[in-house]
């Protein structure tokens, strides 16, 4: 089956932060979890460099919008390697071959009728670049995202026809209740549509860091439309010489942020329909990061740089903690103190001890040597049904639900050590054969915990496996139960060794 996932393509008037690695590494898990099951994934990510907030930024700093953008694309190109994103494609908009098919797509809606001449009048954001209704602004014509004042703006533009496309995305919705999750969400983007939808301006004039309309090269296509088309041009030019849209079209998942809502939810269906592309299977849209009880964002400030969190606590740990801390859907803060707490009590006392007692204790009591027996049964029943269960997660793009179902075991692993008492069946030698269920039972069942936590900790999953001498990855073998004893086991050291906090810098 092919499985299609994108992120948002990212501004690069400013650097990735960890709002940013925040959706990327959902995608990520996504994508890690579906290569398990066998199907045939494409996940792509990038960055957004056309328009208006980019031209300033540019301007402020005295360079070209096309310097600061490669600067920044290069920024966000090292922090998804550095996560560990399996991103196949890294997508830009200055790609003269999206350039290429935003101008093609543009030309279709043209030709098909859906585009026409006309003036602009109303409020625009240059730094959300979008224009206002008189319902959105805040008293004194200020953008509610970004506080500022705005402009009242009036200009000759090409609009595209979106109010005629009203009643087919009510029916769009009406047939498919799942197309936009969580339901939130959907009924939200739904009673926008039902308070009526204007035209959209398709281009904007004065302004040249972008793409030419290809029938009035004056004006420039409005940066939201060529932004939103990335996800279908990436297809046609990842791979030269092949188009992938003919295996991974339409894609399966968008996942944004509420803040992009009525872009993915209005705007792209209504394009797609225009441009008789079939619609994606679904969008998610996730909750904010916050930071004091306030959005992380560059605007305000209040951001952590990736790269340094990473520093001090590891790619893995930091993909846990972001998809562990805040239920994926919703809004929650995170903390410099919250990753420590989570890091020692959940990865490094959970996790890795039960990882390093299970191999001390394998080692002592059958010589490094996993024995043969079947698993026991109070922990088969709490493992009976649980990769089924993380499947219908990552079907419905719950990705912290999953995380929890999987570290429930992780516990459970944990107090079955405790209940058992291997240390003192080990002193009994009429307790071998018992001894034997308990050291495989938990071999077994930290395998399969592993297997199934890849996604969110590849690194450490992968290094304990490897100690654990069963490397194999697909979900098929996460039952309990499912690979025998035999196994020689190999070293670990820590998975998650002592934090040593980074020394403020002196003042
Ligand atoms: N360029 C547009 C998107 C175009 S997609 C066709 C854009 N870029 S952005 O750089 O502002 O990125 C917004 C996205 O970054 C959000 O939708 C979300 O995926 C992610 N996030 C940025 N800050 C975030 C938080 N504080 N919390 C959660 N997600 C955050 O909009």
Not at 66 to 79: C, D, G, I, Q
Not at 93 to 118: C, F, M, N, W
Not at 383 to 394: E, K, M, N, S
Request: hydrophobic share 40%.
């Amino acid at each position: 089956m092919p499985y299609y996932v994108t992120t948002p393509i990212y501004y690069v008037n400013g650097e990735p932060h960890l709002g940013h690695v925040y959706t990327t590494v959902a995608a990520d898990v996504l994508a890690r979890h579906m290569r398990q099951r066998g199907d045939e994934v494409f996940f792509l990510t990038g960055t957004d460099e056309h328009g208006e907030p980019v031209a300033q930024a540019a301007e402020r700093e005295g360079v070209t919008p096309r310097e600061l953008a490669e600067r920044n694309a290069e920024r966000f190109k090292e922090v998804a390697r550095r996560v560990n994103a399996t991103n196949d494609f890294f997508i830009r908009t200055s790609d003269p071959e999206h350039e290429a098919v935003v101008a093609e797509i543009a030309t279709r809606l043209k030709e098909s009728g859906h585009v026409y001449q006309g003036l602009y009048e109303g409020w625009y954001c240059p730094r959300c670049a979008d224009f206002k209704t008189e319902n959105e602004i805040l008293e004194g014509n200020r953008c509610p995202i970004h506080l500022i004042e705005l402009d009242r703006e009036q200009e000759e533009n090409w609009f595209f026809r979106l109010s005629a496309f009203q009643e087919p995305l009510e029916q769009l919705y009406a047939e498919r209740p799942d197309w936009v999750l969580p339901r939130n969400r959907y009924n939200e983007a739904l009673s926008f549509i039902q308070g009526g939808l204007n035209d959209l301006s398709l281009s904007r004039h004065g302004l040249t860091w972008g793409v030419p309309v290809p029938w009035d090269p004056e004006q420039t296509i409005y940066v939201w439309i060529d932004a939103l088309l990335n996800y279908y041009s990436a297809l046609r030019y990842a791979r030269p010489g092949e188009d992938l849209t003919e295996r991974f079209w339409p894609p399966t998942v968008h996942l944004i942020a509420k803040d992009i809502l009525k872009f993915h939810a209005v705007i792209w269906p209504a394009l797609l329909m225009a441009a008789e592309l079939e619609q994606p299977d679904k969008l998610f849209i996730h909750g904010y990061l916050l930071m004091d009880d306030h959005k992380m964002s560059k605007s305000l400030g209040n951001v952590l740089d990736p790269f340094e969190v990473m520093d001090v606590y590891g790619t893995d740990a930091l993909r846990y903690y972001l998809l562990r801390e805040v239920g994926f859907g919703q809004d929650g803060s995170i903390s410099p103190e919250g990753f420590e707490t989570r890091y020692v009590a959940e990865l490094a006392n959970e996790y890795g001890n039960l990882a390093s007692r299970t191999l001390a204790m394998v080692a002592k009591y059958r010589d490094g040597v996993v024995p043969n027996a079947d698993p026991a049964p109070e922990i088969a029943m709490q493992f009976d049904g649980l990769a089924a269960t993380v499947r219908q997660r990552i079907d419905r793009v719950e990705v912290s639900a999953a995380l929890e179902d999987v570290w429930e075991r992780v516990r459970a692993l944990n107090r079955y050590v405790t209940d058992s008492e291997p240390w003192t069946l080990a002193k009994d030698e009429g307790a071998a054969v018992e001894l034997d269920v308990v050291l495989y039972t938990l071999a077994e069942g930290l395998r399969v915990v592993s297997v199934l936590l890849h996604p969110w900790v590849p690194d450490s999953a992968e290094r304990l496996l490897a100690a654990l001498g069963r490397e194999d990855l697909s979900l098929e073998t996460a039952e309990l139960g499912a690979i025998g004893g035999g196994a020689t086991l190999g070293e670990l050291g820590q998975l998650f060794p002592r934090v040593e906090p980074k020394a403020e810098a002196p003042a």
